[in-house]
């Protein structure tokens, strides 16, 4: 019998950088390290990757997490095809496919004032028709005008990305004017100088929920560009949840020479001198290198990882406490014996509300004595029908909550708090849908802050970085980004990183990292 | 902003950023660390916390019930909560041979916030690799290292039946021991009716316990002991529970849920008898009975390979090492042999605990219950739990360094 095995390495003694996470940002550095022949060490906490993008198997069925619709993959081929299909397929050669999502979303509003059960679709020419026809009073003129400033946008903020802190701004001022013109302002501000009626604002601004942010705080130009990939590529999923596409990343960096270790917690990130000099697994174990890439939130790098501690300025924890964390998430998963026909589920993803008002809306997740006004549905069989037994059906509903709004929940109110907000989430489906759900309720499991909290480690719960406001914008943060480096050789990837949440903009970051890292060593001749 | 006009000054965007810098400059300066969340979960489950024997009852001649609360030192407010029905992974070290096994906890969540404890009901197998070491050297005052709570077989008001139907087998009183408790204390709003089956009178667990709470409130809970091999003065039922049986004392099937706790035999038993009754699945709940027996009873095992041996080649990080492994034991069970070991928790296959990677060779994958994902399936990942050698193995498997075990001395 040997004990030995637990006393020696599992390690090289070094490595070029050192990936710390396994979530859609850090494998997506790691993927694009591992491609460019560095040596890479992924650690992750947990027993597989994904972090949020991951499955789990309840009796006869898998549910997906998180996963709603992923932005930015676009057709197999054409000018649509978005730059994820070519990151994962063309670039490394990942072994994923993806599933095209039917409609963008089907909208259900149950209030008095204004009540609606609209299917908008995928396209700008047929979305515009739907809103006209749904709300006939709708400036057609302005819908065409605004979702062409949408594309400006989208395509400028391609642009900043890709010059890394030295925009152009000749190009900037002569291409994207109008991008330059709304640059600063909330959603809700360039919105309204369009002058469209509430009705139809009521059908436009569904997709501003998966910002976590109401209209009037939301950055116009993060909006604009969400809104116009969406409607113009399409949302994709990929085939087998997105444990499976983690998995084939996963596998991928491995066949590329990476090293991906899991139950390997980081505990400390160890500095010198502002400088990177390696990182410390929970047993102790210390692993030399001078670049790495952190999955986790800079609240945990510089609260809780960064060692010596003291090593941190103060300067680290005021941008910190200066930024707003984003929400998190509360889902119900469920499994039913009956086919999505019998329970009158014809669509994929649903948005149910008494109304779309996203300041209420955004209000109503300010506390949790009772759901919030909102909740996001998806019937996963409608996009892939066989990923449940036949004659069954996998049902998710999805809400948010602030940040902090969880946090006098305590052991013994924890149980009865989640069915509570669990079975009115799903009465307002059922009644919106007119769909039997509870009568056929196989398998369930409830998901809240505690429980992203458990799995991936997150600070306080959060499931979507910092909240993107107009002074925390994607273009402000990618000015401002060489002046908030407070260690060299680190860098961050994910939800929390530059590119803000989102399984598009986490994985891109990942790979934005990643070559950032690969620059600076080039730089240092190494 | 003019969008049409197109006045481009960007003067917005410059506010912004001195917005930043502003909010930036006054904010405080103390990190901000602290995290409600995580101590909410903390009071839930945790990944590994020390318990102390603090009493030891016999239940029978064959089962002794473990009284556990928070180690001394343990920084922790109190035991995490649970849902009655849920379990506990122990972690053993016996001669530096790691292992884990899943015990329901048999007192109630209640009995945490009265007296801050849990109880573990352990039955000696005969031939049990553990339970005899429980039984002989687990003592008061020894401490015990365990995660958890886990598990899926809760009552769940979202789902489930309040009237609910309870069939148990042996050490499968456990769970029920714990909601009927639970019940007593007005925490959980049921109607239970258990079916327990033992062997012999002298081995049915808790039959005073749960007799005299069952007299406490008839209208809602109801024991019925049955006994398959029961001795000349047996008054109540005998032989095996089948479809008769629980029609005669669970009443009318429609509309009631059914949880099934017992040993892997009880399942076989009832999966026809469960048939004949037309219970749709979403009314049954049927907790893991951990490893089976004898993987060569299950129907679908190549029998040819029950005698063979292979070596596995397992691989840690960097580090690797060849073990040998007999084809009828679980490869969990191999590596723990071999004083390597894979953090397990709910041994049967379903929870992923033990997920790790199969490189090359075969596997028989114990089909009763194969909880892995369809990637890892694809991508050849495996439950070393639920999965038996065909061939020599090499195989990575996840690093298992930050669990503590109690030494059993
Ligand atoms: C319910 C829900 C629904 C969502 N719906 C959508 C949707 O429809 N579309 C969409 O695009 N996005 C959606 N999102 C958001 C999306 O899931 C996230 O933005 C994205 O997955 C974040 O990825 P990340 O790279 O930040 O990594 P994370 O998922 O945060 O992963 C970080 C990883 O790091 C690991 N880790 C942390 N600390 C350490 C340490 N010290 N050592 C080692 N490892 C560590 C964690 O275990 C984790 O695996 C949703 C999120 C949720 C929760
Ligand atoms: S321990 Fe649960 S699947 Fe192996």
Redesign the interface.
């Known amino acids: ?3 030995t ?2 006393k ?5 003694s070094s490595y070029d950088v050192v990936v710390i996470g396994a979530g859609l940002g850090g494998l997506g550095a790691a993927l694009n390290l591992a491609l460019s022949q560095k040596s890479v060490l992924l650690l992750e906490q947990h ?2 990757p994904g972090g949020f993008a991951s ?6 069925f ?1 549910f997906e997490i998180s996963l709603h619709e992923m932005c930015a993959v676009g057709p197999p081929e054409g000018p649509l095809k978005g730059p994820i299909r070519y990151i994962l397929h063309d670039e490394s050669s990942v072994d994923v496919e993806f599933v095209p999502v039917p409609e963008a979303y089907h909208l259900i509003l149950t209030g008095k004032e204004h009540k609606v059960n609209v299917k908008l679709p995928f396209g700008v020419e047929n979305f515009i028709d739907t809103v006209c026809s749904a709300v006939p009073e709708t400036p057609r003129e302005s819908l065409v ?1 605004y979702f062409d ?1 949408c594309r400006e946008c989208s395509e400028a903020l391609t642009f900043v990305a890709r010059s890394k802190g030295n925009i152009d701004y000749k190009i900037l ?1 002569a291409k994207y ?2 991008f ?6 909330s959603a809700a ?2 919105t309204n ?2 002058g469209f009626p509430k009705k139809t604002l009521d059908l436009l601004y569904p997709y501003s929920c998966y910002m976590g942010l109401p209209a009037s705080r939301l950055d116009f130009t993060i909006w604009a560009s969400l809104l116009h990939l969406y409607i113009t590529q399409g949302a994709y999923i990929p085939k ?2 997105s ?6 990343i ?2 991928r960096i491995r066949e590329l020479g990476g ?1 991906t ?5 980081v505990q400390s990130i160890l500095v010198e001198n502002n400088k990177v000099i390696g990182v410390e697994t ?2 102790g174990e210390k692993i030399k290198t001078n670049y790495v890439i952190t999955n986790c939130s800079p ?1 945990l790098v ?3 990882l960064i060692s010596p501690a003291n090593a ?1 300025p ?2 680290a ?7 707003r964390l984003g929400v ?1 998430a509360f889902v119900v998963y469920m499994g039913l ?1 009956a086919s999505p026909k019998d329970l009158n589920l014809e669509s994929y993803g649903y948005f149910i509300s008494p109304h779309m008002d996203t300041e209420k809306i955004n209000k109503s997740m300010l506390q949790c004595e009772n759901m919030p006004d909102l909740t996001a549905s998806i019937c996963l069989n409608n996009a892939i029908p066989n990923c449940s037994p036949p004659g069954t059906t996998i049902l998710s509903i999805t809400t948010a909550f602030g940040i ?1 709004i ?7 109110t ?2 009865a708090t989640k ?1 509570k907000l ?2 009115q989430m ?1 009465e307002q489906v059922s009644k919106a849908l007119d769909s039997p759900i ?1 009568e ?5 499991e ?1 998901a809240t ?2 429980t992203f ?2 799995y991936t ?1 997150s ?3 959060g499931v979507y970085g910092y909240d993107l406001d ?4 994607l ?2 943060r990618s ?2 980004k060489n002046k908030e480096e407070f260690f060299k050789g680190l860098e961050f990837a994910g939800g929390f990183a530059a590119m803000g949440h989102g399984y598009n903009s986490s994985l891109l970051s990942g790979r934005q990292a990643a070559r950032s890292v690969l620059w600076k060593m080039k730089k240092e001749g190494g | 902003m003019e969008v049409y006009g197109r006045s481009k000054d960007m003067a917005q965007a410059s506010k912004m950023q001195r917005e930043r810098k502003k909010r930036w400059k006054n904010a405080s300066p103390v990190p901000d660390i602290e995290d409600p969340i995580k101590e909410l979960s903390m009071g839930l489950h945790l990944k590994n916390f020390q318990l102390i024997i603090t009493d030891i009852l016999d239940a029978t001649k064959t089962t002794k019930t473990y009284r556990l609360k928070l180690a001394p030192n343990f920084e922790l407010k109190r035991l995490p909560l649970f849902r009655a029905g849920q379990y506990l992974s122990v972690k053993v070290n016996v001669d530096g041979v790691k292992v884990t096994r899943p015990y329901s906890i048999s007192s109630a969540p209640s009995d945490i916030l009265e007296d801050g404890f849990y109880e573990l009901t352990i039955k000696i197998k005969d031939d049990g690799f553990l339970s005899t070491e429980f039984f002989e050297k687990w003592k008061t005052g020894n401490i015990v290292s365990v995660s958890g709570p886990h598990g899926n077989m809760y009552f769940d008001d979202l789902r489930d039946s309040n009237e609910i139907v309870g069939i148990a087998g042996g050490s499968g009183i456990t769970p029920f021991r714990s909601i009927i408790r639970e019940i007593v204390a007005q925490k959980l709003d049921l109607k239970l009716t258990v079916l327990y089956g033992s062997r012999h009178e002298d081995d049915i667990i808790f039959a005073e316990e749960l007799s005299n709470l069952a007299g406490k409130l008839p209208d809602k809970i109801k024991v019925v002991n049955i006994c398959s091999e029961p001795s000349e003065n047996w008054s109540g039922p005998s032989g095996f529970i089948n479809a008769e049986l629980i029609k005669k004392y669970a009443g009318p099937i429609e509309g009631k849920t059914f949880f099934i706790c017992g040993p892997q035999a009880m399942y076989e038993f009832l999966e026809k008898e469960i048939q004949n009754l037309n219970i749709p699945n979403r009314r049954i709940r049927r907790e893991l009975y951990g490893q089976p027996d004898n993987i060569t009873m299950n129907p679908k095992y190549p029998v040819e390979f029950k005698d063979k041996t292979f070596n596995i080649i397992v691989r840690i990080g960097n580090k690797i090492e060849t073990i040998k492994a007999s084809a009828t034991e679980s490869v969990l069970v191999s590596l723990e042999r071999a004083g390597i070991g894979v953090d397990s928790q709910c041994r049967s296959g379903e929870c992923g605990f033990c997920r790790s990677l199969l490189i090359s060779g075969d596997i028989f994958v114990n089909n009763e219950i194969d909880g892995r994902r369809a990637g890892d399936k694809k991508f050849g990942f495996f439950h070393p739990c639920s999965s038996y050698l065909l061939s020599d193995l090499e195989i990575k498997i996840p690093s298992f360094k930050f669990v503590k075990f109690s030494p059993i001395k």
């Open positions: 019998m040997s004990s095995i637990h020696s390495s599992s390690f090289d027993n597989l499955s789990f198997v309840r009796g006869r898998e005008k400033l001022m004017a109008s330059l013109t709304t640059s600063g302002y501000e360039v100088k369009f087998g949840t444990h499976q596409m983690c998995a084939a996963d596998a090293q270790e899991y139950n390997n917690r929970d047993d609240h510089y609260g809780k941190v103060e300067e924890y005021k941008l910190n406490n200066s930024r998190s014996d902090d969880w946090k006098n929940i305590t052991p013994e924890y149980f069915n669990a079975r799903i509870s056929h309720i196989e398998e369930i409830v802050p505690q909290s458990r480690g600070f306080k719960g107009p002074w925390d914008s273009v402000i000015q401002v």
